[in-house]
């Protein structure tokens, strides 16, 4: 008997989906030079990201895919689509790209939809089961980074310069 933690079926991506979803990837990266773009390139990615992960029915509790909202006291943060930019009830937040994307940007609107509170067609799950936009756990607060944490980058040449006297000694 299956357990009730693991999804009912998974699915790959088919071979022609993952090349269509590559060429998308190679189209966007082109247009990296235009002012703007490397908002749109992270969106597309995040978009692209989303697809696959929906393809083979893998589930974002950490909302990688997705945009994440600011921690609301009482309530749990909301994950919304990748397309969305920010996730919060801005002035814009329900015609993103000129679609309606009011149960996918807009923080309140995702809030309300989720299932125990909206019809069962169209509610919207818990991240650990779904993908954006959906509801992540109450338990965690996930928050960015520390920007003065120690990175890779911050060392690189620093770290060459030690290989290369270690490797001589």
Request: hydrophobic fraction near 30%; include cysteine.
């Amino acid at each position: 008997q299956r357990s009730p933690d693991l999804p009912a079926q998974t699915t790959k991506p088919s071979a022609m989906a993952l090349s269509m979803l590559r060429a998308l990837l190679v189209a966007a990266a082109l247009t990296a030079p235009v002012a703007g773009a490397s908002n749109r390139m992270e969106a597309v990615r995040k978009m692209v990201s989303a697809k696959v992960l929906a393809a083979s029915g893998v589930p974002d509790p950490t909302c990688k895919t997705g945009v994440i909202s600011l921690k609301k006291e009482g309530q749990p943060q909301v994950c919304c689509a990748g397309y969305c930019g920010e996730c919060s009830d801005y002035p814009t937040c329900g015609s993103v790209r000129g679609q309606n994307s009011t149960f996918a940007c807009c923080e309140t609107q995702v809030y309300e939809r989720r299932c125990g509170n909206a019809p069962a067609n169209v509610c919207l799950k818990s991240c650990k089961e779904s993908v954006p936009p959906c509801i992540m756990d109450e338990e965690e607060t996930f928050t960015t980074p520390d920007p003065s944490t120690r990175t890779a980058g911050e060392d690189c040449n620093e770290a060459v310069s030690d290989w290369r006297a270690k490797a001589d000694s």
